[in-house]
């Protein structure tokens, strides 16, 4: 989620002229802008609609809790998606990192907690999202690219954030 938000900002920053980038970021610092949508204090939303035009937003929310506007607006949306195993591991390594996330004591522990949907936020669902992300993304037009592509250097991956950031590739 990362990387591809950071290639999608500097694809867009591109644009900018070093003035404009210095409003941009003193306007993203006064606002307390927020690293993902999901974490941020119930005026993130209201804060949101003052940042300056060009906005890239990142979260793991589900489709369906999305406010509706997202997908009535011309706001582009590029889904991330992952391969069930790195999404399994790469959570299993998240909570164990965040003393205010489930801990496990083991992998197998774990690994029975994911599968049946108990180890996730409620907000999240990690193991169902792609799969609803998908969906919706098909139902929308949104384009979608792999994490494994982000990190192998997939030119189909490539080409998707440029079009996203509306930049030339």
Known sequence: TNWLKQMVKELADAK??????????????????FQHLELGDPGIYERMKQLPSRR?????????I??????????????????????AVSYYHFCNKLPVMLSFASWDEYFADF?????TLPYILWHFSDHEWHTQGLVHGNPSVTYQGTYQG???TLRQAPV??????
Request: glycine share 2%.
């Open 115 to 119: 599968m049946n949907g108990k180890c």
């Open 154 to 156: 997939n030119p189909r």
């Open 164 to 169: 996203m950031a509306e930049t030339e590739y």
């Open 16 to 33: 900018y002229t070093e003035e404009e980038m210095k409003e941009r970021i003193n306007a993203e610092k006064k606002l307390e802008a």
């Open 56 to 64: 890239i937003i990142v979260t793991h929310l589900r489709p369906d």
């Open 66 to 87: 999305l406010p509706p506007s997202i997908f009535q607006s011309k706001a582009k949306i590029l889904v991330l998606v992952r391969k069930p195993k790195d999404t």
